[in-house]
């Protein structure tokens, strides 16, 4: 038997060695379980007692959201408390990223693409252009206004960079999908159905120029809006009209609410709240029975003579209350709630008509022979003629060269409407016929008979009466026109001034170009003696409780500096316009029980032909024109006053006699004969 002790002894050795290895090994796994632990402990411990706070207050920053309050709207009301805009209950529908859990985002996106009928991706908004008929290369609009995509798959992704702004995916959602939604809820994470009011504009096109409309809030609108405003991009704002002219004082202030929220973010209680201040409500000037007869009397005369487009004002001389305010044609502002949808608006800016302009207060047009008004004015104020003074007034006049004054062949021709001319007149009857030749004289002078008034003090005068400068109307969109000078025509035109120019100016024609408000504030002047208010559309303005917080006062805008026996005598031409049998506004159907003061007025106007090459005329030669009618009444105490515009066709002479007299009578004749009734 052979024995091998060092190989035992070997193994024997070995084996203890690994068993140490092992010890160790064991030893050092403990350790590390060890420090593992006192490392969770130590972060546990770091977690819930040196940073539990924070987090305490972060967990609660997601549990409870301070949110704002929209403030109701202030309802807006005619003079005598008929509702015009008022608030409605409408439901937008938005989705916040973060709140829907990334396992059911497509199935959540896919059912409220179904129940909304909106694309769920740029596939599906391609084929419903298509099926639209709309330009499927835009395709339809985004979902969100800060979304450059149609498809709501495309517009969450790119939500997903700013997970908790609330993504717009459904704007005035109908009630009864909304409230279908608000069922569903508990099963859709993150979407929320906001219930929120709506404008509702009870009359639409006839008020549509003076009420105006509301549009969401852009970014360029956010940045220049004073912070104290408070405005979000959720926010609407009014752009037009008085919506826009008085948006402070409609809008209110908002409320604040604490909200706890559960896990899915919805609303489980309110923990306190602010309330939102509403808005004021504001009673308009406006008389809704006159603005409608005003409106339905203008359309008729606009369908009879061809017109595109129209206006009237009417003002109360005595403070400046504007009680009608018509442009046509009108658009329907309700379209804007919503917003409008592009193919609606497109639709409105491609109308030749122009039925968002607002003819009455933004066009300027000559004016023509109602512009006689303030050369009468002016040459009796300053002198220039009397009551008594007597000129000849033929057909035609010619009025010298300036440098060749003996040369009959270099002389000017200046024709009168009447061929055949009014022979020798006084500046009363000369403002009952309309006489132009009259007028050029007085304004410009001619040789041998009398100086004239000049251009320097014809224009200081017409800026008196308010023309060339805004009236400062309740309205936004208001122009100034122009009233030339010779400094003006060298500057615009690289011209000298020249008698002629001075002729057109007196009558209404050449550079001068008015608005209808500015028109009707001349009338309005001389009519109650030579006060220019500023027209004004607001009669009161009334806290949620009903207290006045605003009163109407009347607004001096100036004391014209004329005396009152002038004005009498201009009074009294335009009197005779409507009275005497040879005056131009005899046979235009005014009204006869009360006594009616007025002045015609039939304005050229360029309107160039395709080529360029010529300005359009009549079959006759002559170029076309724009009908005016300027009237007040009762002629002894006045107590309104009517001012017309009918835009020309592009065909004919459209005679202010004819054509805009007749739409003034049917409305005098409602306000003095029917209105009571």
């Known amino acids: 038997m052979t024995v091998v002790p060092h190989k035992a002894h070997h193994l024997q050795a070995g084996g203890e060695g690994e068993h140490r290895v092992s010890r160790r090994r064991l030893t050092w796994l403990r350790l590390f379980v060890v420090l593992a632990f006192v490392l969770l402990a130590v972060r546990l411990w770091q977690l819930q007692i040196l940073e539990g706070d924070r987090y305490r207050l972060q967990a609660a920053g997601n549990r409870f959201t301070l949110q704002t309050v929209p403030a109701p709207r202030g309802v807006i009301y005619d003079r005598i408390g008929r509702i015009l805009a008022r608030n409605v209950v409408a439901f937008d529908v938005t989705i916040v990223p973060a709140s829907v859990p990334e396992a059911q985002e497509e199935a959540i996106l896919r059912a409220l693409a179904t129940m909304l009928d909106i694309p769920l991706d740029n596939y599906a908004a391609l084929a419903q252009a298509r099926l639209g008929n709309d330009d499927v290369a835009d395709g339809p609009p985004p979902l969100d206004p800060n979304c450059g995509e149609p498809g709501l798959l495309e517009c969450f992704r790119a939500a997903k960079e700013t997970p908790y702004r609330p993504l717009l995916v459904g704007r005035d959602v109908a009630p009864e999908k909304a409230f279908q939604l608000l069922e569903q809820t508990p099963f859709l994470p993150g979407v929320f159905v906001d219930p929120k009011p709506k404008r509702r504009y009870l009359y639409g096109p006839l008020l549509s120029h003076i009420l105006g409309y509301m549009l969401p809030v852009s970014q360029e609108f956010l940045e220049q809006a004073p912070s104290s405003e408070e405005y979000e991009l959720v926010d609407e704002a009014g752009v037009a009209g008085v919506e826009a002219s008085f948006e402070r004082e409609l809008r209110g202030r908002k409320g604040r609410k604490l909200v706890e929220k559960d896990v ?7 923990l306190y709240e602010v309330p939102p201040e509403p808005g004021y409500n504001i009673f308009l000037t406006i008389d809704l029975d006159l603005q409608r007869a005003a409106t339905e009397a203008l359309r008729r005369g606009l369908e009879e003579a061809g017109s595109p487009r129209g206006a009237v ?18 658009y329907d502002n309700n379209l804007f709630v919503g917003p409008i949808s592009p193919d609606e608006y497109q639709m409105l800016l491609a109308d030749t008509r122009k039925p968002l302009f607002n003819t009455a207060i933004s066009g300027a047009f000559a004016p023509g022979s109602i512009f006689k008004l303030v050369t009468a004015s002016a040459a009796l104020q ?69 100086e ?24 936004p969109g208001e122009v100034t026109g122009l009233v030339p000078t010779p400094a003006w025509k060298r500057q615009a035109m690289g011209e000298t001034w020249v008698t002629g120019d001075t002729y057109n100016l007196a009558i209404g024609q050449g550079f ?12 309005a002047a001389v009519a109650n003696g030579g006060i220019l208010y500023r027209p004004q559309l607001v009669y009161q303005i009334q806290d949620a409780e009903g207290n006045v917080v605003w009163g109407f006062q009347p607004d001096i805008l100036r004391h014209v500096p004329v005396d009152p026996a002038t004005l009498a005598i201009v009074r009294e031409g335009m009197r005779g316009a409507v009275a005497w049998p040879d005056g131009t506004a005899s046979f235009a159907g005014l009204p006869t029980s009360v006594a009616v003061a007025g002045k015609t007025g039939t304005a050229e106007y360029c309107d160039p032909l395709p080529d360029l090459s010529d300005c359009r005329r009549n079959e006759n030669g002559y170029l076309v024109t724009h009908a005016w009618f300027t009237a007040f009444a009762p002629y002894e105490n ?24 007749p739409i003034a009578a049917e409305i005098l004749r409602y306000w003095f004969e029917e209105r009571g009734r």
Not at 319 to 328: C, E, N, R
Not at 394 to 409: A, E, Q, R, T, V
Not at 452 to 475: H, S
Not at 638 to 661: C, M, Q, T, Y
């Open 382 to 450: 300053e002198g220039v003629i009397t009551p008594q003074t007597r000129l000849n007034a033929p057909g035609i006049i010619y009025l010298p060269n300036k440098y060749f004054p003996d040369d009959p062949s270099l002389a000017q021709p200046f024709y009168d409407w009447l061929p055949a001319g009014h022979g020798v007149i006084n500046v009363v009857r000369a403002l009952a016929r309309s006489s132009d030749v009259f007028f050029y004289k007085v304004a410009g002078g001619f040789p041998g008979e009398i």
């Open 638 to 661: 006045p107590e309104i006053v009517v001012l017309v515009f009918v835009h020309g066709n592009g065909r004919d002479v459209l005679e202010g006699s004819k054509v805009a007299a």
């Open 512 to 523: 001068l170009t008015v608005t209808p408000l500015q028109m009707a504030n001349v009338t």
């Open 264 to 270: 899915f973010g919805r609303e489980v209680r309110a």
């Open 452 to 475: 004239g008034l000049g251009i320097e003090r014809l224009a200081r005068w017409a800026r008196m009466f308010g023309l060339g400068e805004l009236t400062r109307v309740d309205l």
């Open 313 to 330: 004002v009417a003002l109360d001389p005595r403070d400046g209350q504007v009680l009608a305010l018509v442009s046509l044609p009108a």
